[in-house]
């Protein structure tokens, strides 16, 4: 009699729009045959009264979503909840995100990184209050303090002078805004996998042409539609140079996304890095993202196929906390090895990933 072959199950609570752009049938069916059954957490009960899980995955926020996490994690001890809400927390503040960039210790023989100059505006009075901007200059990127994935947080604006502060409101967080080609860098990290694409991004901004006649200030919702239009001319894209431009360093991305894993405690995540157009080598992480739209990426159901099965093959190996950050080797559930690592160069603008502001810089 044959032996029954052991499978797993990875429970899912994702909001309606994630779940309907990450469950496809496509990454259900691929799961399937290696072993891993996704099933759908109802979020009508207690998370503690479904299952068995080996492990959860989740992109859900509140006290009684953490309360419900804990009492399954009691009642569950061995399985890897995907990622912790304390860990995820850390990004929904733009300042709290980045402060693990500065305490990264990378050293490479050509290349250098940081973040972009900023300062966090509280209220109106300092909004106005010129010497708080001591070290900070126009032309600055203005972000609400918050980052929780929601329509609000994601209305951004290029602001070219004080006058353009008048339509700000507080908290927000004011960024340098440092020319980089008009090309971004979107790296995504899915457990141990790293892959790097370009996308467009805002164009420079010079002294003479500050975009044309402002008011000093333009929404990124107005950027971001100027660039679409735009992208339909093939004398934008030779403009913007974004088939020309060289991508980072492979190892060098690969080192700070393993930085950044070790510094977050987080498995699924994506950080945004632009190239200091003053200095070849110098590069600027200006924003990280957690779960992002993953779906888009080409071959991601082989990707976060392998990434389930290696979160519950160490789940049954033990030994392992239960964050599944002592691996960067993603095994499959036949312990094949897969590859880690992709830098190739794709036009990420053909993602077009989902829950984020096409132009985030």
């Not at 951004?156 to 090309?183: C, D, R, S, T």
């Not at 691996?327 to 990420?348: F, I, M, P």
């Amino acid at each position: 009699m044959a032996e029954k072959v052991r499978r797993f199950g990875v429970g899912y609570a994702l909001a309606p729009k994630k779940q309907q752009s990450f469950i496809q049938d496509s990454l259900v069916e691929l799961a399937r045959s290696r072993g891993i059954d996704l099933v759908r957490i109802d979020t009508e009960r207690e998370l503690a009264d479904q299952g068995p899980f080996d492990c959860v995955l989740h992109k859900l926020y509140g006290e009684d979503w953490r309360r419900q996490l804990e009492a399954f994690r009691v009642k569950n001890p061995n399985a890897v909840i995907v990622d912790s809400p304390e860990a995820i927390e850390q990004l929904h503040n733009r300042i709290s995100m980045l402060q693990v960039v500065s305490e990264l210790k990378i050293e490479h023989e050509s290349d250098t990184f940081g973040i972009p100059k900023q300062i966090v505006i509280y209220d109106k009075e300092t909004l106005f209050d010129r010497p708080a901007w001591e070290g900070l200059k126009f032309p600055v990127i203005a972000k609400p303090l918050v980052a929780d994935g929601s329509a609000k947080s994601h209305k951004m604006a290029l602001v070219f002078n004080h006058e353009g502060l008048n339509n700000l409101k507080p908290p927000i967080v004011l960024q340098e805004f440092v020319n980089h080609g008009g090309v971004i860098f979107k790296v995504y990290v899915v457990g141990g996998y790293v892959k790097c694409v370009k996308r467009k991004s805002l164009p420079d901004v010079s002294e003479e042409e500050k975009l044309g006649s402002l008011d000093g200030l333009l929404s990124f919702s107005q950027v971001s539609n100027l660039a679409t239009n735009e992208r339909t001319d093939d004398k934008y894209y030779k403009m913007m140079h974004l088939d020309d431009t060289e991508m980072p360093p492979q190892s060098f991305i690969t080192d700070i996304a393993r930085g950044l894993q070790r510094g977050l405690k987080l498995n699924l995540f994506n950080f945004d890095v632009i190239r200091d157009a003053r200095f070849g080598n110098r590069y600027l992480i200006i924003d990280i993202n957690y779960f992002p739209g993953y779906a888009k990426m080409p071959g991601y159901e082989t990707i976060l196929t392998d990434f389930f099965c290696d979160m519950v093959q160490k789940k049954e190996e033990g030994g392992v906390e239960k964050t599944g950050l002592e691996s960067y080797a993603a095994l499959s559930c036949d312990k094949e090895v897969r590859k880690t690592l992709s830098n190739d160069g794709d036009d990420g603008a053909v993602l077009n990933i989902e829950e984020e502001n096409p132009i985030q810089v």
